[in-house]
């Protein structure tokens, strides 16, 4: 990886549905089976009642700004051309919470509480980012 080009993620086992779905345009969570409770990041069992019966779910891919910083330095090479950008905490309609970026917005629009729509950045290798922008 050249110091331009943006950091792919790594797929594992666990992760790769995820993944899979997002390079589809979609978003999706883990759901248990056992007790019902919801999560995001995905891992390979509940962090409600430690049961491995996960399944995937879809989501809306709407949510709501839980907090938000503004970055004015990169932490990579490739997001100096992206300064500023917002990164976000989002707490999607289907109860869990992500981080991700606000993009397609100035910086100085996104609030708390701002509602946002997931839109997907096409990466090489077939991936595709999940990205939040706010909703008109």
């Known amino acids: ?3 331009g080009q943006r950091p792919i993620p790594q797929p594992t086992d666990i992760t790769r549905p995820y993944w899979e779905a997002a390079a589809a345009h979609k978003l999706v969570i883990q759901e248990c089976q056992a007790c019902g409770a919801r999560q995001f990041y995905p891992r390979g069992f509940c ?7 996960l399944q995937w779910m879809p989501c809306s891919g709407k949510g709501t700004i839980y907090t938000f910083t503004v970055n004015h330095r990169a932490a990579h090479s490739y997001m100096k051309e992206r300064l500023p950008y917002v990164v976000a905490a989002i707490d999607l309609d289907e109860g869990t919470r992500m981080m991700a970026n606000i993009v397609d917005s100035p910086p100085d ?4 509480g701002a509602r946002v729509q997931v839109v997907f950045e096409d990466l090489p290798d077939g991936m595709a980012l999940p990205q939040f922008r706010l909703q008109t």
């Open 1 to 3: 990886m050249t110091s």
């Open 109 to 112: 629009a996104v609030h708390m």
């Open 47 to 53: 962090i409600a009642c430690l049961s491995d019966q």
